[in-house]
């Protein structure tokens, strides 16, 4: 089974300084890669997706990621960020092969003004 | 387009009791998905529905079931309740596969077991 891990669980931040939220999976197949977030009281949100190409993805609200097979890693950034990101944020995998979705614990990424 | 909608919102149950838990999901999607989110275990998978048939199971106990409608709304039931079951409910629904779909998500059902 896949296991994905989010190193950090909790990540305070000073508004408009960058962010990197590290998530790091196993497997030895063809994945695919997500990050979500959920705001307070919400569902989740798809932030961003790799699927296959470039191993750089950008997403919605300035979010960006970076797909490292090498390492097992697709760690979230953001260069700036807003007080309106603080929230949560699950890192997602699935085998190209396979039919299930495994989540990270998550992190909660907290904006400080 | 509406988005995915679960019923009730919020729930309190005793323990041995049965609850059943509402989805409908986006117009035109054939595929729900449902998850346990809790403070100590993270999301967790707990199946798939796809055109009526439960197409992926998690590792839960038989407790656990669920099943999808000809109009793709589904139902998720948990039976003989335990306090351990209290948790965040999430469904999401797809257009097709689990896979490299994207998954559009609810706001979920807070359940609550005293």
């Known amino acids: 089974a896949q296991s994905v891990t989010q190193l950090d669980s909790q990540v305070p931040v000073f508004e408009e300084a960058p962010v990197e939220l590290r998530c790091n999976y196993s497997s030895s197949v063809s994945v695919y890669l997500f990050w979500y977030v959920q705001y307070p009281n919400q569902g989740l949100q798809l932030l961003l997706k790799?699927?296959?190409?470039?191993?750089l993805v950008k997403g919605i609200n300035g979010f960006e990621a970076e797909f490292n097979k090498s390492q097992t890693s697709f760690h979230l950034r953001k260069p700036s960020v807003h007080i309106s990101d603080t929230a949560e944020y699950f890192c997602a995998v699935s085998e190209v092969t396979g039919n299930q979705f495994y989540f990270g614990t998550g992190t909660s990424l907290t904006v400080i003004p | 387009k509406a988005g995915v909608t679960q019923t009730p919102r919020y729930l309190i149950k005793t323990r041995g009791q049965q609850v059943t838990l509402s989805c409908s999901p986006i117009?035109?999607?054939?595929?729900v998905s449902w998850y346990q989110q809790t403070p100590g275990q993270g999301l967790q998978f707990l199946f798939e529905?796809?055109?009526?048939?439960?197409?992926n199971k998690g590792n839960f106990p038989g407790r656990f079931s669920g099943r999808q409608f000809s109009n793709s709304r589904s139902e998720m039931n948990v039976s003989t309740l335990e306090l351990g079951d209290s948790a965040l409910y999430l469904c999401?629904?797809?257009?097709?596969?689990?896979?490299?779909?994207?998954?559009?998500f609810g706001p979920g059902t807070r359940l609550t077991v005293t």
């Open positions: 529905y796809f055109s009526e048939t439960q197409r």
């Open positions: 790799y699927l296959s190409g470039s191993t």
């Open positions: 999401a629904s797809s257009v097709g596969g689990l896979t490299s779909y994207e998954q559009y």
């Open positions: 117009s035109g999607h054939r595929s």
